[in-house]
């Protein structure tokens, strides 16, 4: 019964431990700060140092630029 108790005990402990580090998303809104995503025209995969006013091709990954939906022209995101 007491190797029971500590069986539920563990594994309670591990689901929450879990549940809670998979909640961590490493694409934070405060991460998506550079031009890589702020520009008007983005790279797919976001490559550091990528991002332009105009189309064209990311210098690093050599893929075509797609515009960027989330672009406000005045820098600024009103919600």
């Known amino acids: 019964m007491k190797y029971l108790k500590s069986l539920i005990l563990f594994l309670t402990v591990s ?3 879990l549940t809670f580090s998979s909640c961590n998303n490493s694409t934070d809104k405060k991460e998506q700060t550079g031009k890589e ?3 008007k025209y983005v790279c797919p ?4 140092g990528s991002g332009s006013e105009e189309p ?4 690093v990954c050599g893929m075509d630029y797609v515009e960027n939906t989330e672009h406000k022209s005045d820098g600024h995101k009103h919600d």
């Open 37 to 39: 995503y702020t520009a």
């Open 56 to 59: 064209g091709q990311c210098p």
């Open 15 to 17: 689901t929450m431990s």
């Open 45 to 48: 995969m976001h490559c550091e």
